[in-house]
């Protein structure tokens, strides 16, 4: 099982260093998240300057929530057809020129015929869009924090990528 306190420690550590990254390459950021409930919004309202590039978060829980109000397509909500919607819709939705997506199965069943774990991940930044499929270990709050770390580091290499 993964230390709970320790992931949120990583997770903030990287928020505060993206908080550097974005400020210096002129980014503001939107988050559409469903599987972790606000978790990765809320790291980074927590980071430091948050208030000068994090415009905000959808967090969307149920399936239907995604469709309407973020335009995903008709069909599994855990692919990278959806997270990539998201991450598209919410940058436009909320008018930054960056996003993250997360959607997947957090436990302890399966869903969508998606084993425990499985996460999808999409950053959009100024309108490229890179997504990562991972499959994750442990009970459901270790899912979490490990798709909250993951989805941090994914907006931290594609931002520090611009030039």
Known sequence: MVDYEEREGEAADIAARLSHELTERGLTVAVAESLTGGKIANQLAAAPNSSEWFAGAVVCYWSEVKHLVLDVPPGPVISRSAVETMARNVAAMLGTSASIAASGAGGPDQQ?????????????????????????????????????????????REAAQLD
């Open 112 to 156: 969508e015929g998606q084993e425990p774990g499985t996460t999808w991940i999409a950053v959009c930044v100024r309108g490229e869009v890179h997504a990562e499929l991972h499959h994750f270990d442990g009970e459901p709050i270790d899912v979490l924090a490990q798709t909250e770390k993951a989805a941090l580091l994914l907006l931290e």
